[in-house]
């Protein structure tokens, strides 16, 4: 296509979720000769993989390889491991070339006209007490939104609590899913630990269980999402999109095909090679607690800094990249801290502030180091740099309460989703997750 030599551009390739690969194209000169550019600007990946069926699709018919061909002068050292057959049905594919019209017709399944899968999903359920659903992950766990106000309507805690709330709603219902990449659940993120605090029940009870899926487990040979299997109304659901779309995302996305449940055989080799996955706790249920506010709801801050009443720390840590923004931010910090006063037992020795560095923030800085002088606090401010060259990524709100500051370990971590000044505005709805290790 470029009128080089083979030798000029070279790849790579590692394995993705359920074994799919991701090949690299690089230019083999020291610094680029621009070929990758100019196959892309001149041409298009289609039209390359295209290229490449036709050269796979063997004039001589051979069975695996020969110098009609794959095998040259360059890798006649691998010419009895080259096997053309395995990638050309795989580009085929990626293609849609050469696909049968229904992809499940040996399962008997009809497509289904639908612009949502999520409604068709959870109307099975009400008929159903047992459901096996399969996914490259449960989630994508994301750096908390700058713009976020709360995690009350994000779309994988919504349908995590719509499945907890089936399960627990009738007697010996069951959910398995089964993930190529295991859940991880982790004390650094808020919508982590809300997904955590809704689904830990019925992993306890034992109505929930995770599976880990083998790396050769073809997902898209199989169903999306299987009802009371092995048992007479057995539904499967079928989805193209099962590849690369997480659980909680969409449960069941288009296009869909349905179909009975699968016979004994199909059912035993579906489930061929799965591992039972123990979730790791990211905290003990006990230590942690999670209050959602709506737009216009009270806040009941002695309640939900109650750990505070009568206690002194020597450290309060303030992570918030909007904490000094503007005077409105600053005054709802100050406002934050007298609320807090009336509840511990004296100021802390220290506060220390990770916010963003706008440039113009000493003013403030001087104002709040004013404020607190007279509680015998010291104000330490570090400025986080989130543009040009030495940029760093941050966006997570949280406090830290640390009664030692020689044990970090023992110590209360808040996480605010909307941050400080939109936890005291009624206007916004907020999320408030108390960690406590202490």
Not at 5 to 11: G, I
Not at 31 to 41: I, K, Q, S
Not at 372 to 396: A, L, S, Y
């Amino acid at each position: 296509m470029l009128n080089i030599e083979p030798r000029e551009v070279a790849a790579t390739v590692r394995t993705r979720l359920f074994g799919y690969p991701e090949v690299i194209l690089y230019d083999t000169v020291a610094g680029g000769a621009g070929y990758c550019r100019m196959l892309v600007d001149r041409h298009s990946m289609r039209d390359l993989l295209r290229k490449a069926v036709e050269s796979l699709d063997c004039q001589a018919g051979c069975t695996h390889a020969c110098r009609t061909c794959l095998q040259d002068y360059d890798n006649q050292l691998v010419w009895e491991k080259l096997d053309r057959q395995p990638v050309l049905a795989w580009l085929k594919r990626v293609l849609m070339m050469d696909q049968a019209p229904n992809p499940y017709a040996r399962f008997n399944a009809s497509p289904v006209d639908a612009d949502e899968g999520t409604p068709l999903l959870f109307q099975e359920l009400d008929r159903s007490n047992h459901v096996v659903v399969v996914a490259p992950t449960l989630c994508t766990i994301r750096q908390q939104d700058p713009g976020a106000e709360g995690f009350l309507s994000t779309a994988p805690l919504v349908l995590a609590r719509r499945l907890a709330a089936w399960l627990a709603s009738g007697s010996g219902r069951r959910a398995e899913l089964a993930l190529a990449q295991s859940p991880n659940f982790t004390l650094e993120n808020s919508e982590s630990l809300a997904l955590w605090h809704e689904l830990y029940p019925r992993l306890a009870d034992g109505s929930l269980k995770f599976w880990t899926l083998p790396r050769s487990f073809d997902a898209k040979g199989w169903p999306r999402a299987l009802t009371n299997p092995g048992k007479v109304g057995s539904v499967a659901w079928f989805s193209t999109g099962t590849v690369n779309t997480p659980l909680l995302e969409k449960p069941l996305p288009i296009p869909l095909w349905r179909s009975p449940g699968l016979l004994a055989d199909d059912l035993t080799a579906f489930r061929s090679g799965w591992k039972e996955f123990v979730v790791v706790p990211p905290v003990k249920p006990a230590d942690l607690s999670l209050r959602e506010y709506r737009a216009g709801q009270t806040r009941d801050l002695p309640n939900d800094f109650a750990f505070c009443r009568a206690q002194g720390f020597a450290i309060v840590r303030i992570e918030d990249p909007y904490a000094l923004d503007n005077d409105w931010q600053f005054r709802a910090l100050l406002s934050f801290l007298e609320q807090l006063a009336k509840l511990w037992q004296k100021w802390p020795a220290k506060i220390e502030i990770k916010t963003r560095d706008t440039g113009e923030q000493n003013s403030i800085i001087g104002e709040l180091q004013r404020a607190v002088k007279p509680h015998g606090t010291v104000v330490d401010v570090r400025r986080v740099p989130t543009k040009g060259p030495n940029r760093v990524d941050f966006h997570d709100r949280r406090i830290i309460f640390q009664p030692d500051e020689k044990n970090a370990r023992r110590r209360v971590t808040v996480l605010l989703t909307g941050g400080i000044d939109r936890y005291l505005d009624h206007k916004f709805e907020c999320g408030v997750i108390t960690h406590r290790s202490l």
